[in-house]
């Protein structure tokens, strides 16, 4: 974690006149909340999909497919009769997986990045959704690690 020299009160500074020396605070990261009540936006998401791919830049990677792990974080926008519990008002998680599991098996790409684009501009084609975040992790490429991209995109289409 980041530590910078901070004190109770605005701002960090240097504490070298303080009687204790420098008081280190931890830097948290932000991260927003996709779900917003008041801006009528709901949280849709796949967590820890599994799918094998052909990714990557090196000759092996084009003939061998490699495990990733995707997950898919969509900030929806309500529409009326939501609450009527019909299937035909929400974003379908299901067809989320389908979109994955369509671009996995569509050939190889060099790149997390395009992979995790492709499934973002995929989502984004829905009028009511109006974020798509996806995390693209290798699971099998650097045996004490995992890797991968997140990104994030906005919708410029009108809501319905």
């Known amino acids: 974690m980041t530590t910078r020299l901070a004190k109770p009160g605005p701002g960090p500074v240097d ?3 303080h009687p204790s020396g420098p008081v280190l605070a931890p830097i948290k990261p932000v ?3 996709i779900a917003n009540a008041s ?3 709901r949280h849709v998401f796949v967590r820890d999909m599994i799918v094998s791919c052909l ?3 090196y000759k092996h990677e084009h ?3 490699q495990r990733v ?3 898919v974080d969509l900030g929806v926008l309500e529409q009326p009769g939501t609450q009527h519990d019909d299937l035909a008002g929400v974003v379908c998680y299901e067809h989320i997986c389908h979109c994955v599991r369509s671009v996995a098996h569509d ?4 790149l997390v990045e395009t992979m995790a684009t492709r499934i973002a501009d995929i989502c984004l084609q829905d ?3 109006r974020s798509a975040r996806v995390r693209i992790e290798k699971l099998d490429v650097i045996p004490d690690a995992i890797v991968g991209v997140e990104i994030e995109r906005l919708s410029h289409l009108l809501p319905p």
Do not use: C
């Open 107 to 110: 050939g190889h790409v060099n």
């Open 15 to 17: 504490h070298t006149d």
């Open 39 to 41: 801006h009528r936006i």
């Open 69 to 71: 792990r995707v997950n």
């Open 31 to 33: 991260i927003p909340s």
């Open 127 to 129: 009028r009511r959704i």
């Open 63 to 65: 003939t061998a497919p």
């Open 55 to 57: 990714i990557g830049v």
